[in-house]
């Protein structure tokens, strides 16, 4: 919306021996089980209204490609080296640990830090190793030139201290199992799952990929790797390290999300606490699902979830203030001006402006009538403009910085005030008078023009609530390709047909709700 190109590239790592063994419990084959899980993503996504500019699976063959020559280009550099590896292994999360790192359970059983199950222990296995250790000074060095790398504030913390604490050589392959992208410099060592995956990157921007020439350089470094705080050493330590080995540019940002909580708990199918987005679609669809998440937990950091307060959310926030506000003014609107637009001096002429002059304002009004304290001071200034022309520069650097929760509540503040300015104006009562009609369209032009640009805003948390408020202003939200000048005030047309249509956000009782957030 705002005319820039975009990539957006997800996906799914399919390698490794967590996914060999899971698809060997199934007793499937490891790429049939794979098949078997991508429709579940992929639904996710377009039950979300989540469009990606590509879907990488590490078992594609371009993304085979990319893993070996990029490896193969660092062997080539010297920058691998094959040895035996000794130590404990966590299968679940894919990661080496050492003797200091281990925990141990009530039974005396070494178990992963992180998930808590128990470790396996590696002795002799021979692996090629990355010199990850050769870059630690250097990743140091790079934090200390780029403070916006890792962020939240947190999470640069951790990993500063931890590669302060020393880096040790990574092993990059395993000899052990085959499901896995084989290394073309050595016959029977695939890739180890991270050194496979974090190259989904790579491919999902067309590297090595000859039907997608300039791709690669036209997208790559990104703005953001988004992922989950607890992945946050392979994307912020071995990633880059991988990337200066191989003279590639490091993404802008790597911005860590926290954990959903349930009860304190994070949210997991194995802790049987896990909400499933289907069901919570269901119930509050899929606009107001976004809406809450985003808004409602602050991104980066844990956030506690439960359907009271989602519940809750979702009548304050869209019942009650935008869905209500939608609903009385275009059928205020349907009621005094046959559903369109009103005619106001400057109104929908493109250049920002909107609304009558003082002078207009005071020569229109009737001697009979006598307009209240609240009244007399609408008829005679735009607070909602006022409030609009500054929303774009509060609202513009929250969504850059990633601060979801301070670009909805910044429009929320315009939706709060347009709903006041209504109930201040009173148009039901201006359109008793002839001689304030002018005073009601400029009323009822100020408030239908407050919405479209509500909706503008609102567009990336609700798109199709967006698209949907747009179409009933007889607008096409999916023409908007300069968010600056859309949300300029006045580009709304007078004429334009209004539809009423049905309430957006029908208000929820919880205790009708058939879902259970136990």
């Known amino acids: 919306m705002k005319g820039r190109a975009v990539s957006f590239v997800t996906g799914l790592d399919e390698h490794g021996q967590k996914v060999a063994s899971t698809a060997e419990s199934k007793h499937m084959t490891p790429q049939a089980w794979c098949d078997s899980m991508v429709p579940a993503f ?48 966590c299968v679940h999360e894919e990661t080496y640990y050492t003797q200091s790192d281990i925990e141990f359970d009530e039974n005396d059983v070494e178990v992963c830090p992180e998930c808590h199950r128990p470790l396996q222990h590696s002795a002799g296995e021979e692996n090629w190793f990355f010199k990850l250790s050769e870059f630690q000074d250097k990743l140091l060095a790079f934090y200390d030139e780029h403070p916006d790398f890792i962020r939240p504030i947190t999470r640069r913390n951790e990993v500063v201290s931890f590669v302060k604490s020393g880096l040790r050589d990574l092993s990059i392959s395993r000899s052990t199992f085959s499901w896995g992208v084989p290394l073309t410099f050595d016959e029977g060592h695939v890739a180890y799952v991270w050194a496979d995956a974090l190259l989904s990157y790579f491919t999902g921007n067309g590297f090595a990929d000859s039907s997608r020439p300039g791709d690669f350089e036209r997208f790559w470094p990104p703005a953001y790797h988004i992922v989950g ?39 997991s199918k194995s802790r049987g606490n896990a909400m499933q987005p289907a069901d919570l679609v269901r119930v509050f669809g899929s606009d107001a699902y976004r809406y809450y998440f985003m808004s409602d937990i602050q991104f980066g950091h844990d956030g506690s979830i439960s359907l009271e307060r989602m519940t809750q959310v979702y009548n304050a926030d869209l019942a009650n203030t935008w869905g ?10 349907q009621k005094y001006f046959d559903g369109q637009v009103p005619c106001i001096d400057g109104s929908g002429d493109g250049d920002g402006a909107g609304g009558v002059s003082e002078h207009a304002a005071a020569e229109s009004a009737d001697a009979a009538f006598v307009p209240t304290p609240a009244q007399d001071a609408l008829l005679h200034d735009n607070p909602l403009r006022d409030l609009a022309d500054k929303l774009l520069e509060k609202y513009d650097p929250a969504m850059e910085a990633l601060d979801y929760m301070g670009a909805a509540l910044a429009v929320q503040e315009l939706a709060s005030r347009v709903n006041l300015y209504v109930e201040q104006s009173a148009p039901w009562t201006l359109a008793k008078h002839s001689s304030t009609q002018p005073h009601l369209k400029q009323v009822i032009y100020n408030s239908l023009e407050a919405i479209r640009l509500i909706a503008l805003y609102l567009s990336p948390f609700m798109p199709r609530t967006s698209a949907e408020v747009y179409r009933r202003l007889e607008l096409d939200i999916n023409e908007v390709r300069n968010f600056a000048h859309e949300s300029q005030w006045g580009m709304l047309s007078s004429g334009n047909k209004v539809e009423v249509g049905e309430a957006l956000f029908p208000r929820l009782d919880i205790s009708s709700l058939n879902l259970d957030d136990e």
């Open 324 to 333: 209500n506000l939608c609903s009385r003014v275009f059928n205020m609107t």
């Open 42 to 89: 992929k639904d996710a996504w377009e039950m979300l209204d989540i469009r990606y500019t590509d879907f990488v699976r590490t078992t594609e063959p371009r993304h085979t490609k990319t893993v070996q020559q990029f490896w193969n280009d660092l062997f080539e550099k010297g920058f691998l080296y094959k040895s035996c590896y000794e130590g404990w292994y």
């Open 229 to 267: 705080k607890d992945i946050l050493r392979f994307h912020c330590v071995i990633w880059p390290a991988m990337l200066m080995a191989a003279g590639y540019p490091i993404a802008h940002c790597v911005f860590g999300h926290g954990f959903l909580l349930t009860k304190g708990e994070k949210m």
